[in-house]
């Protein structure tokens, strides 16, 4: 079997690099090995992603600069997946990128890896027929990084529920990702062991809504989030756990004490609003009002009194008035949280959005509701982080940026600071001497 190097390009969220990460050992299993550069490969990858238009457009992009180098060299294997391509028909796909030789769902790294099979590029003894659970060639076994992260890597993703089924009108993830499907417990925790046996500290569980694990199984059948952090929370060599990300609807008590009370699990807790209004709040079909957010809060700080709290909000949804965007304003400097990631609505194909709702808040004022959130919550982080100057925290150490050592707290808040000795991966206890509102610097103690 002739080996071949490969070259993954990724772009998106968690679930993105997971599965370009899954890819790449699927690969490296069979023999090849990564390239620096596109043009240096003999398979490349490019990993989509279409929840923004601005990132979509960066696909494009990308797609378009892979012509030339597919015109010049016909041989290389040129592949597209992830939630460009989606679970639907790639034909027009096929009709406008023709350069490209497959397009792969999200999640699946069988295509490509049975593409490569039927050209002899591929040593059959080692393509594996189909598993139980739809996986192909033993890539849940026993998990094996890329051999450029085997002892490197501090802190992995997991995915542990694909796709979704709530369908916000203004979600394509749906539509991509097909519905919610959650993984057997027993491969998540074998995967998570294979992780902390190659070095790996950290583990973050992921899911659209990642609190409904499990609830897609017939009652009794399989265990709930719950559960499944309990069994994680056993395996030797893993200091930290965290999860995302949730949905106001589904974090309940329970999860919340066992974030509390499971050592490993860690006081940070990923729940967007998207929305300070109910109105708007309706029309995104969420399924909470402002004021349940406000309770969930509260009881979040009630029970994980150490608790981080990190949402998500959208500006500029179809009808937002500047008095509802004043509600989202209001909402956010009320409840002080410590991280906000700011978005501007753009529509996507096939949501009820899309196909119901006028994209009629102009562009320029889009822009200026981000930045008026941003800025606020600048100086709520700031502020927040400005008690910790003189504390002690404890940093999961990541790697070195800039000649710094770089990790996070529990609270997963950056910090960064300087020590001759190596020391990834491993928990420093760090006084703090500066704050900003998007990172601390401190000395090891």
Same mark, same amino acid.
């Given at each position: 079997m002739p080996k071949m190097r490969y070259y993954i390009w990724t772009i998106g969220c968690q679930m993105n690099i997971a599965d370009s990460r899954r890819l790449a050992s699927a690969l490296e299993r069979l023999g090849h090995a990564p390239a620096p550069r596109a043009e240096d490969a003999d398979i490349v990858v490019l990993n989509t992603c279409v929840v923004r238009q601005q990132a979509e457009d960066k696909v494009y992009g990308r797609l378009s600069s892979l012509k030339p180098l597919k015109s010049r060299r016909p041989e290389p294997v040129v592949a597209l997946m992830g939630c460009l391509v989606g679970n639907r028909d790639p034909a027009p796909l096929q009709k406008r990128f023709p350069w490209v030789d497959l397009f792969m769902p999200p999640s699946d790294p069988a295509p490509l890896l049975d593409y490569l099979a039927?050209?002899?590029?591929?040593?059959?003894?080692?393509?594996?027929?189909?598993?139980?659970?739809?996986?192909?060639?033993?890539?849940?076994?026993?998990?094996?990084?890329?051999?450029?992260?085997?002892?490197?890597?501090?802190?992995?993703?997991?995915?542990?529920?694909?796709?979704?089924?709530?369908?916000?009108?203004?979600?394509?993830?749906?539509?991509?990702?097909?519905?919610?499907?959650?993984?057997?417990?027993?491969?998540?925790?074998?995967?998570?062991?294979?992780? #902390?046996?190659? &070095?790996? @500290?950290?583990?973050? *569980? $992921?899911? =659209?809504?990642?609190?409904?694990? %499990?609830?897609? !199984?017939? #009652?009794?059948? &399989?265990? @709930?989030?719950?559960? *499944? $952090?309990? =069994?994680?929370?056993?395996?030797? %060599?893993?200091? !930290?756990?965290?999860?995302?990300?949730?949905?106001?609807?589904?974090?309940?008590d329970d999860l919340l004490r066992a974030v509390a009370r499971l050592d490993k699990v860690c006081e940070h807790i990923e729940v967007p609003v998207q929305a300070g209004d109910d109105e708007v709040l309706a029309r995104m079909r969420r399924g909470y009002t402002a004021d349940d957010y406000r309770r969930l809060v509260a009881r979040i700080r009630e029970i994980v009194p150490s608790v981080s709290i990190a949402t998500d909000i959208i500006v500029g949804f179809p009808g937002e008035s500047e008095e509802q965007f004043q509600h989202t304003y209001d909402l956010l400097a009320e409840l002080r949280l410590d991280k906000a990631h700011i978005a501007r609505?753009?529509?996507?194909?096939?949501?009820?959005a899309a196909r119901h709702y006028p994209d009629d808040v102009p562009a320029e004022e889009k822009e200026r509701r981000r930045k008026l959130l941003d800025d606020l919550q600048a100086g709520i982080v700031a502020a927040i982080n400005s008690r910790l100057l003189g504390q002690r925290v404890e940093v999961l150490v990541e790697g070195k940026r800039k000649g710094r050592w770089w990790g996070r707290t529990r609270t997963d808040r950056l910090v960064f600071f300087t020590a001759a000795q190596d020391l990834t991966g491993q928990l420093v206890p760090v006084r703090v001497t500066w704050s900003g509102p998007w990172s601390l610097v401190g000395e090891v103690e």
């Open positions: 039927e050209r002899g590029l591929v040593d059959e003894d080692r393509a594996l027929a189909a598993r139980e659970d739809g996986r192909r060639y033993g890539i849940q076994d026993g998990f094996l990084l890329p051999r450029a992260e085997r002892g490197r890597l501090v802190s992995a993703y997991i995915p542990i529920l694909l796709g979704c089924s709530h369908a916000c009108t203004y979600c394509v993830i749906p539509y991509r990702r097909g519905p919610e499907r959650s993984r057997p417990a027993a491969e998540i925790v074998a995967e998570a062991r294979a992780l #902390a046996a190659q &070095g790996v @500290r950290e583990i973050t *569980l $992921l899911g =659209q809504i990642v609190d409904r694990y %499990g609830e897609d !199984r017939v #009652a009794g059948s &399989g265990l @709930r989030l719950v559960g *499944l $952090l309990e =069994q994680l929370h056993e395996i030797e %060599g893993l200091v !930290r756990i965290r999860f995302l990300t949730s949905h106001p609807n589904w974090m309940n609505y753009s529509p996507r194909p096939q949501t009820v």
